[in-house]
Structure formats: C-alpha cells, structure tokens
C-alpha cells in the first residue's frame, strides 16, 4: 500500500511538471536567454545577454521584456525597476527622463525624452544631451511638439497630410 502511494504521488509530481515552466536557452539573433521557459518563449524568471555584452536579469513574459528587474549596460550603469513591455524610464528631473528599450530580438536602445508645455504637459517627446549638459528637443521632438500642440488645440486637421508616430510614455 506505501508503494501504491509513494508512485501515484511521484506520477502527480511528475505531471504536474510537464505544465509549469522549466529552464532553458534561447537565441534570439545575436542574443542569448537563459531562464523560465513556457511554451517555447522565454516567460518567468531569467536572464538575457545581448550582443553589445550588457545584460537583462528578471521578470520576462511571452519573449518580451516585462516586470521587475535590472538592466546593466556595456558602461556598467545599472537600471533597476519595473519594466513594461521592455521600457524603463529613470527620472532625471521632472521635465527630463531617459527612457531604455529592450527587445529580445532588436537589442537595445536608450534616448532621451523631455516632457511638453502647457496643452501636452502629459506627454514626452525625443532629446538629447547637448555640449553643454543640458537637454534640449531633438529636430523629431520638435515636429513632434508642434504637431501636439497644434492638435491639442483643435487645429489638428492641416494640410500636412501627416500621420506621425506615438509619442507617449
């Protein structure tokens, strides 16, 4: 009878692996995951190092880059925090952050974005550091601005014909 019983909890045990994650090795083009995997797709814990050399450790679901954890880049400067969707953005005062991208399969990307005045105060368009340290609108940032306030205005049906990008965050 302990037999019977030691083997149907060892079948249960068994079985209910095959259902959960498991670790493993993926490749995505020049990157490498190792960690949970499910359904073939990096999801739960691991870590992924891409092909510049800096690294991603913590949350992943569905092959992307999503919940806590900590990114360290080639310089060595580390990002800790919630990530959505691969995005992280660190505070660097209230008007100006930077915002890091990871994607398992693209690598990474870090930019800059300053926050809009006045009719488009909730949203942040592309910067970078200037000579002198400060931040300033990149050419894009700018367009992206005027193209906000305008419509943020109602004089948002011009002639532009123009469907540019999001430009949230």
């Known amino acids: 009878m302990q037999n019977k019983i030691f083997l149907i909890t060892l079948f249960i045990f068994f079985s209910s692996l095959t259902n959960s994650a498991y670790s ?54 580390i990002f800790k925090g919630k990530f959505r969707y691969g995005k992280y953005s660190k505070k660097i005062d209230k008007n100006t952050r930077e915002t890091i991208n990871l994607s398992v399969k693209v690598g990474n990307s870090s930019y800059f974005e300053i926050r809009g005045k006045a009719e488009v105060s909730n949203k942040w368009f592309e910067a970078e550091k200037n000579s002198s340290g400060t931040y300033e609108l990149t050419t894009k ?29």
């Open 141 to 169: 940032g700018k367009m992206d601005m005027d193209k906000a306030t305008e419509e943020a205005k109602g004089d948002g049906g011009g002639s532009d014909g123009g469907g540019g990008g999001g430009c949230g965050g």
């Open 24 to 77: 493993d090795t993926l490749n995505f083009g020049s990157s490498t995951y190792v960690g949970d995997v499910k359904k073939d797709k990096a999801h739960g814990k691991g870590i992924i190092t891409f092909s510049d050399g800096s690294k991603y450790e913590g949350k992943f679901s569905k092959n992307k880059i999503h919940g806590k954890g900590t990114y360290t880049d080639l310089n060595g400067n």
